[in-house]
T-cell receptor, first 111, second 110 residues
Framework: ETGVTQTPRHLVMGMTNKKSLKCEQH?????MYWYKQSAKKPLELMFVYSLEERVENNSVPSRFSPECPNSSHLFLHLHTLQPEDSALYLCASSPTGGKLFFGSGTQLSVL | GENVEQHPSTLSVQEGDSAVIKCTYS??????FPWYKQELGKRPQLIID?????GEKKDQRIAVTLNKTAKHFSLHITETQPEDSAVYFCAATFLRQLTFGSGTQLTVLP
């Protein structure tokens, strides 16, 4: 265990559903991240929250909406996703400028 | 922004041989270069990292070298073992944002 916990581990949803992914860290880190991992592609940074300030990747569609209520919790709200959004979604945390610690990920399938 | 190229995409070696994975980066301001190992169905885990003020770092069978002038860095695994089989990702970072390479699937053949 790295101290970064993600739920759920697996999620199947229809294109009209609304769901949320949750991430929690108790490592005292002040930055949290969402990454998307698709087959045969690099890990793609979606969002960064550093000291609760959001830094966005402008290529992320608006159907993905992050929320960071405090430095220990991070959510990714999903709405009207497309089949191509099926992927492994990884949460990570780090101290400022430090090493990334990843969660186990949520394997998302959009039908 | 930063762009990281990683080669090869797949690599097979005999147990006991060495493996080398290479990455290049585009942003000369990048100053931190970690390597992650991801076993099948598991999370990426940091195995070694290097900062831009150092040219080489070693941890048992794993070493990383950095050439800032050429903007490339490499992972070296010696005396490979079957448990080294995994996908390896390089990354480069500047101002907290990591950009990852596309990964190398390493297979160590017994």
């Amino acid at each position: 265990e790295t101290g970064v916990t993600q739920t759920p581990r697996h999620l199947v949803m229809g294109m009209t559903n609304k769901k949320s992914l949750k991430c929690e860290q108790h490592l005292g880190h002040n930055a949290m991240y969402w990454y998307k991992q698709s087959a045969k592609k690099p890990l793609e940074l979606m969002f960064v929250y550093s000291l609760e300030e959001r830094v966005e990747n402008n290529s992320v569609p608006s159907r993905f909406s992050p929320e960071c209520p405090n430095s220990s919790h991070l959510f990714l709200h999903l709405h009207t996703l497309q089949p191509e959004d099926s992927a492994l979604y990884l949460c990570a945390s780090s101290p400022t400028g430090g090493k990334l610690f990843f969660g186990s990920g949520t394997q998302l399938s959009v039908l | 922004g930063e762009n990281v190229e990683q080669h090869p995409s797949t690599l097979s070696v005999q147990e006991g041989d060495s493996a080398v994975i290479k990455c290049t980066y585009s942003d000369s301001a990048s100053n931190y270069f970690p390597w992650y190992k991801q076993e099948l169905g598991k999370r990426p885990q940091l195995i070694i990292d290097i900062r831009s003020n150092v040219g080489e770092k070693k941890d048992q069978r794993i070493a990383v070298t950095l050439n800032k002038t050429a903007k490339h860095f490499s992972l070296h695994i010696t005396e490979t073992q079957p448990e080294d089989s995994a996908v390896y990702f390089c990354a480069a970072t500047f101002l907290r944002q990591l950009t990852f390479g596309s990964g190398t699937q390493l297979t160590v053949l017994p």
